[in-house]
């Protein structure tokens, strides 16, 4: 618990520390550490059992190893980044980067409609009865039969990105007023096909986190260590209540009678904070059982694939731990480190953990590279931000179909501004070359002309 509060306070104290970097070390000091020391030490934990201290000891090994494969990921991706490369609309004069900022936000705001019209289209096709339902009267049937809605919303959401991103970075009046009448459909469509009450509440906190970040500079420690005041007080004090916005108990949740019988420590025994449970269970459980040999990893980068036309889709870790074990309740988690010994033992905590690290790290450094691809990777530090505590949290293969597709249009995205400005630098060297060339032929008409004049001066 000291070492993961510490490297939260380091992420905090630094300004190189952005969002992503400090979300991460807020997940395992808040998710997995201190839940871990409050359950261990009143020898209680979710869904109940017991643990020899031997268990338990491994499990606090995995879950250290972990962290520091991640650190040691995330400084390895420091210490040897890309250097930055240089472009040409970078270094130009200032008429140049300005028309090319004014052209990157254009294009942000027609992909932001065009995703919203993708997104209004498939939440049309889900109908009321999907996009409407409050998650805690959810059938079965409905949740199944859901995977148009699931893509519909991450459309919404990526449109939502792009158009705030293009509301803050215009410096021309009528592309600054343009973003904003952008933002009414966009923001109107995103509302409707994220209906709050119908979300899971790691979906909708992710959302909100997602827009904090390109609102609020997370490398500055005064913003981080409010941040850290206020989520931890909303994470102890709230977070249950989430999980139901179509009743009033958030609301009650504020009442100073509920507020005096409110004991976080309590709480933190709760299914809510099963992180370090499952990832002692999931060491008990894989020390008899094969392991998985990365099938659960497969199928997170396979998530579109419906399973009914992928009878053996991989099922999320948690619930064959769960299962294994005899739960009486399946939907739980299985942190990454949980996920990585499932199929690999320590070596895989190791080595997925230290990836994770490497990719962590350089998400965050590329949103300090200038260049032509600002936008893009604006809105994957964003999402990545928003959405980290649940990948890190899991199960792997149960939060993928929900949130993965828009990491997938993510990199549309990213296709989208490297063939536009692809293109745009084959018609300026064009454009260059035909100037050029004019400019040749003007020259040597003028030095022809003028040795006409020098000979029939001579003559």
Known sequence: MAAAMAVLLGAILSPRAGALTFVVCYFFAM?????????????????????????????????????????????????????????????AGPSTKTASAQQSIRLALRLSLVFTAVAAALGTLAGPS??????????????VDSQGLLIARSFAVVALLLCIIAIQRPRERTLHHASWLCLIPVAAVAFVVNFPPALPRFQLLGIVLAVAVLLVDFHRPLVKALFTGMAT???????????????????????????????????????????????????IYYSNASPRWGVNFLGVFLFWIPRALWPGKPVPTGQIVSEGLGYWYTNVSNPLPAEAFASWGLAGVIIVLLIAGVIVMRIERSVLQPGEL???????????????????????????????????????VNLVYRRYWAFSDSLDEALLRKTQNGVKRAQVGTAGRRGQHHTRAHV
């Not at 606090?60 to 991640?70: I, K, P």
């Open 374 to 412: 600002t936008v893009p990777r604006l809105s994957l530090y964003a999402l990545a931000t928003g959405y980290s505590t649940i990948l890190l949290r899991g199960a792997l293969n149960a939060v993928a179909p929900m949130i993965c597709t828009v990491f997938v249009l993510t990199v549309v």
């Open 31 to 91: 998710f997995m550490a201190v839940p871990a020391a409050v359950q261990i030490s009143q020898d209680s934990f979710p869904f109940g059992g017991s643990y020899s201290t031997e268990q338990l000891n491994a499990g606090l090994l995995v879950v250290a190893l972990g962290l520091l494969s991640l650190l040691v990921g995330m400084g390895l991706a420091s210490a040897h980044g890309s250097p930055k490369k240089k472009d040409v609309r970078t270094i």
């Open 130 to 143: 999907k996009l409407f339902t409050p998650r805690a009267d959810a059938t079965d049937d409905l949740v």
């Open 233 to 283: 007080f909303f994470l102890f004090f709230a977070f249950a209540s989430v999980k139901d916005l179509s009743s009033n108990s958030l609301l009650t949740s504020f009442t100073p009678n509920s507020l005096a019988q409110w004991d976080p420590g309590q709480y933190l025994l709760s299914v809510d904070f099963d992180g370090f449970k499952q990832t002692v269970d999931t060491l």
